[in-house]
T-cell receptor, first 112, second 114 residues
């Protein structure tokens, strides 16, 4: 079974401080990992995915297969980064289907 | 058009009512999804349509009935709901039904069952 763990429900950081949102996963195969973000009163949207290895809004995430982690990082937090962040894992679940599993989410609050 | 559009934004219905939620996308995506999201919780998958055919039904009660009239539209018909069904209902789409296809979400319909 696949599982995604985001250990922090709430993370508060000061503006300009580094941010790290933790995500650990459990999956026997090679998963596709995503970070989705939900800003206040906006739709849930894709922030980044591990396969594209790009930086979006200053955020990066590296897949560490040894530690089964996909932590989201940003060197200098901005107030507009305040939002709910969901880590998600996607992998084949047999018979041509696949399963997308969301973590419980971490609410990031950036203090001015 | 790069959005998933959901109507209505808000819906209040009684337990004996019949109503429908609508979802539309014009990105040429061939997979569409219904999710249910309770407050401060992650989205929970309800249904997946791939090429207008129901691919996944996550053991959702029959009082929720999905329909995919064409590749751009997705409906969720509601009948005899319970107060615990009150939630944000999210529609999403992806280019294909595949594990490497990211989801595009709508803004959701906030449903209250009285």
């Amino acid at each position: 079974a696949q599982r995604v763990t985001q250990p922090e429900k709430l993370l508060s950081v000061f503006k300009g401080a580094p941010v790290e949102l933790k995500c650990n996963y459990s999956y026997s195969g090679s998963p596709e990992l995503f970070w989705y973000v939900q800003y206040s009163r906006q739709r849930l949207q894709l922030l980044l995915r591990h396969i594209s290895r790009e930086s979006i809004k200053g955020f990066t995430a590296d897949l560490n297969k040894g530690e089964t982690s996909f932590h989201l990082k940003k060197p200098f937090a901005q107030e507009e980064d305040s939002a709910m962040y969901y880590c998600a894992l996607s992998g084949p679940s047999g018979a041509g289907s696949y399963q997308l599993t969301f973590g419980k989410g971490t609410k990031l609050s950036v203090i001015p | 058009d790069t959005e998933v559009t959901q109507t209505p934004k808000h819906l209040v219905m009684g337990m004996t009512n019949k109503k429908s939620l609508k979802c539309e996308q014009h990105m040429g995506h061939r997979a569409m999804y219904w999710y249910k999201q309770k407050a401060k919780k992650p989205p929970e998958l309800m249904f997946v349509y791939s090429y207008e055919k129901l691919s996944i039904n996550e053991s959702v009660p029959s009082r929720f009935s999905p329909e995919c009239p064409n590749s751009s539209l997705l409906n969720l018909h509601l009948h005899a709901l319970q107060p615990e069904d009150s939630a944000l209902y999210l529609c999403a789409s992806s280019s294909t039904f595949g594990f490497d296809s990211p989801l595009h979400f709508g803004n959701g319909t906030r449903l209250t069952v009285t």
